[in-house]
């Protein structure tokens, strides 16, 4: 606290004299991200307990055994109870969402799962539609949490995790302890303001850890929305925009290859920017889909409505390969 203090005091005095910013390796900013990074912890920590409490009171859960009675487990199936008891305890025995639905079977809706043994649980919206299972990663539905945030927001997580229709980012740090073992696929469910629907997979989907800032690397493509996170076919737009290989950004953190400026604050978003992007998912929020601009910077799959059209529902979400086997025959609907 001393040492903030006097940060605080030599921050004022740098104001006054004229001094240039403050570098990144400075202590008094070190120290400064330190302390973010424990208000988020803290955060997380009452978000939790904020729901255990509801799910106290609502389901009163202490008196229910940790597994299911074959009365409920028909219950979950039916979608008649959207809240698990096992999911409401105080152990959380699930690393991602399809340990969760392997398990139990339960409703879509938020759920705490523990992506390490090591760290405190996170809260995660499990999609238990469309074959079951994902962990969702990212999702916008109606523009009302900001999206052109910092570098620890996007680390750490952010927007709201209560209802089904909210908005948020899983976190780097969590998504990058879900993919790092073993084999898995990424679903983006894209619609646009008309209904229209659009599905993207990407096979083995990696992103690094921190030190080299999340970079990204996927494998194989599918879809019916066209491989937007690498530009489509061409070599040039793939030279300028793909975002395999690259870095993680945000508009106070550039790891981009534009050198003249930053893709993040260009594109309002977070990202895996290249030089800058044919899919810009954590971009501004337009209502109505055209949009125009000195910037590409909307809520942009490239190559489905090019880049001057923001869509209306995207979410980003992640299982392992493992337990796909009910996918081929599900048919399901997307949940966008
Ligand atoms: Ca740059």
Redesign the pocket.
Known sequence: MVSLILCYVLGLLRLTVALPPLASSDPCVLELEELRREVRILENKLLIGAWQLTHLKMRSYIATPLRPSTNQTEKYKTGLLDALPAAGSLIVYDRDCSELYERLRPASGFYRIRPRVDQDPVLAFCDMDDGGGWTVLQRRRHGKVDFDRDWVDYRDGFGDFKLWNDEFWLGNEHIHSLVKDGENLVKIDLMDWSGEKRQVYYQNFRITDEKDSYRLWYGLYSGTGGDGLCGGRGMLEQWSSCASGMQF?TRDQ??????????AQENKGGWWYNRCHAANLNGKFYHGGLYKGRYDNGVVWGTWQGLWYSLRHTSIKLRPLLSLDNLAGSGAVPDV
């Open positions: 950004s550039d790891h981009d290859r534009y050198l003249q400026g930053s893709c």
